[in-house]
C-alpha cells in the first residue's frame, strides 16, 4: 500500500520559511515523479513543483519560482519542499504527490498525501 505522509507545516510570519518533507512508503520511490501541490480555502487545487527521479530536474509554478526548491533523496525516500519568504498569500493546504514515469507534468498523479497547513501571517 502505498503512503505518503507529509510533516513541517505550521504557522509562520510573512518573510519566514518553512521546509515541509514527505516520507514515501510502498512504492519503488526512484520509479516516480514528486511533487507538491497546495489548496487554499475556496480555491482548487494548483502545482506548486515537482522534481524526477534522480532530483535534477525540477518545474515550478511562477508563484514558487525563486522562493521555493524542491528536493527528494532517493535513499530516504523523502521529498522535501524548502519555502522562503513566505506571503499570505502561500496560505494553504500542502499536498505531496508521485507519479509513474519521467514527465515533470501539472495532473496525472496517482497517490497522494493526506496534507499539511502552512498558515502565513501578515
Known amino acids: 500500500q502505498v503512503q505518503l505522509v507529509e510533516s513541517g507545516g505550521g504557522l509562520v510570519q510573512a518573510g519566514g520559511s518553512l521546509r515541509l518533507s514527505c516520507a514515501a512508503s510502498g512504492l519503488t520511490f526512484s520509479n516516480y515523479v514528486l511533487a507538491w501541490f497546495r489548496q487554499a480555502p475556496g480555491k482548487e487545487r494548483e502545482f506548486v513543483a515537482a522534481?524526477?527521479?534522480?532530483?535534477?530536474?525540477?518545474r515550478y509554478a511562477d508563484s514558487a519560482k525563486v522562493r521555493f526548491t524542491i528536493s527528494r533523496d532517493n535513499a530516504r525516500n523523502t521529498v522535501d519542499l524548502q519555502m522562503n519568504s513566505l506571503k499570505p498569500e502561500d496560505t494553504a493546504v500542502y499536498y505531496c504527490?508521485?507519479?509513474?514515469?519521467?514527465?515533470?507534468?501539472?495532473?496525472?498523479?496517482?497517490?497522494w498525501g493526506q496534507g499539511t497547513q502552512v498558515t502565513v501571517s501578515s
Open positions: 522534481i524526477n527521479w534522480a532530483g535534477r530536474s525540477t
Open positions: 504527490a508521485a507519479r509513474v514515469g519521467q514527465a515533470l507534468l501539472l495532473n496525472g498523479y496517482d497517490y
